[in-house]
């Protein structure tokens, strides 16, 4: 069965940071992309940033590029975001989806497996 947990979300003011975190059990880290997702209360899931099978592609949306970094460690079967210079628009429900392509995506369709989310709150 796999399973993609995030934590690490939590209550941060305008201009801190955080780091989540998405453990992954059930399948074969290594050879899938990761991605992040999030959805803030009555919008749409949007894309945040993907990291390939290896760690050696990365691509980030526009509107947190150059705030967040996204890593990951497939000895711990973990993939990490560092978001930094959180704004309170980044509130938001995030989630990490693992894509078995292996090279990433910002298509939510191209993702096999989800995790529940963890919960990013901004406040100004």
């Known amino acids: 069965q796999v399973q993609l947990v995030e934590s690490g979300g939590g209550l941060v003011q305008a201009g801190g940071s955080l780091r989540l975190s998405c453990a992954a059990s059930g399948l074969t880290f290594s050879s899938h992309a990761m991605g992040w997702f999030r959805q803030a209360p009555g919008k749409e899931r949007e894309f945040v940033a993907t990291?390939?099978?290896?760690?050696?592609?990365?691509y980030y949306a526009e509107i947190v590029k150059g705030r967040f970094t996204i890593s990951r460690d497939n000895a711990k079967k973990t993939v990490y975001p560092q978001m930094n210079s959180l704004k309170p628009e980044d509130t938001a429900v995030y989630s990490c989806?693992?894509?078995?392509?292996?090279?990433?995506?910002?298509?939510?369709?191209?993702?096999?497996?989800w995790g529940q989310g963890t919960q990013v709150t901004v406040s100004s």
């Open positions: 989806a693992a894509d078995s392509g292996g090279l990433g995506s910002t298509a939510p369709y191209e993702y096999d497996y």
């Open positions: 990291i390939s099978w290896g760690g050696h592609r990365t």
